[in-house]
């Protein structure tokens, strides 16, 4: 039988597949700059956004490097795209809103929970002195420690676990930053935070979310603000809903 895949013509059409493949998914390199400070113009800077740190923390990181190859032209779009896991990278906004609402000072030392893609942890790298970052899923935890590690990143520790239970041994934070959603404050969070420290922490059921923003004033945390969202769940190792 004269199947396709011994035919002459397998390997030439296999080849052109995979270099049509190739140029389609990615872009030149300048079009990434410019498209990523078209990003901070228009969605960060236009919108509100005004620490300095942030802005050019989110003009330096490029998050092109933090989604799979088949969204990377949409890196810069105005919209979460799935980092695979059936899990997501925050619209760029939402990174610099949550962001900017910690008031983070460069000695600061922060945790992340749902490190995900690792471009929020990134952002918080340029910023802040130490980052410490815990996801629950093992491949995207694996595969956003080896990006950072690659991209030179020295001060964000990964740690592959439940965020539930935060990093004891690391406590206490100047700011932590939830960007998973559990139905209540974890407790192990509110203990882990310095007095005058801020938290922002998406609560709430899965279609009714808010983003609160919290700071510790004498041991009791004190909402600031909040803000209507939508975030993925929290959940713990076995995938149960927190
Ligand atoms: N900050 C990420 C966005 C991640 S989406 C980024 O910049 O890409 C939220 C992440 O939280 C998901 O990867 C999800 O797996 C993770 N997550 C959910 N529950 C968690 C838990 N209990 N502990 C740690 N991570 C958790």
Redesign the pocket.
């Known amino acids: 039988m004269n199947t396709f895949t011994n035919s002459r013509l397998y390997k030439p059409v296999m080849m052109l597949v995979l270099l049509t493949t190739m140029f389609t998914q990615y872009l030149p390199a300048q079009d990434y700059n410019r498209l990523r400070n078209k990003m901070v113009d228009e969605q960060i800077v236009r919108r509100g956004i005004t620490s300095k740190p942030v802005v050019d923390a989110m003009r330096a990181v490029e998050r092109h490097r933090?989604v799979p190859a088949n969204v990377v032209k949409e890196a810069y779009n105005d919209y979460p795209l799935p980092?695979g896991?059936g899990?997501?990278?925050?619209q760029p906004y939402i990174?610099g809103y949550m962001t900017e609402a910690l008031s983070l000072k460069p000695t600061d030392r922060v945790l992340?929970?749902?490190?995900?893609?690792?471009?929020?942890?990134a952002i918080l790298g340029l910023i802040v002195s130490e980052v410490y970052t815990?996801?629950?899923?093992d491949a995207?935890g694996v595969r956003?420690e080896r990006l950072l590690r690659e991209l030179g990143y020295k001060n964000i520790e990964v740690r592959i676990?439940?965020?539930?239970a935060g990093w004891p041994e690391a406590a206490p934070f100047d700011a932590i930053i939830v960007?998973?959603s559990p139905t209540k404050i974890p407790q192990p969070l509110q203990e882990q935070l310095a007095e005058g420290g801020r938290m922002i922490i998406p609560v709430g059921e899965q279609y009714t979310q808010e983003l609160i923003l919290l700071k510790k004033e004498k041991g009791n945390l004190k909402p600031i603000s909040r803000l209507p969202v939508m975030?993925?769940?929290?959940?713990?190792?076995g995938g149960k809903r927190?």
């Open positions: 933090f980092i896991e899990q997501t990278i925050s990174v992340e929970i749902g490190t995900g893609s690792g471009y929020q942890a815990i996801e629950v899923i995207l956003a676990g439940d965020g539930y960007t998973c975030f993925v769940p929290m959940r713990d190792s927190y």
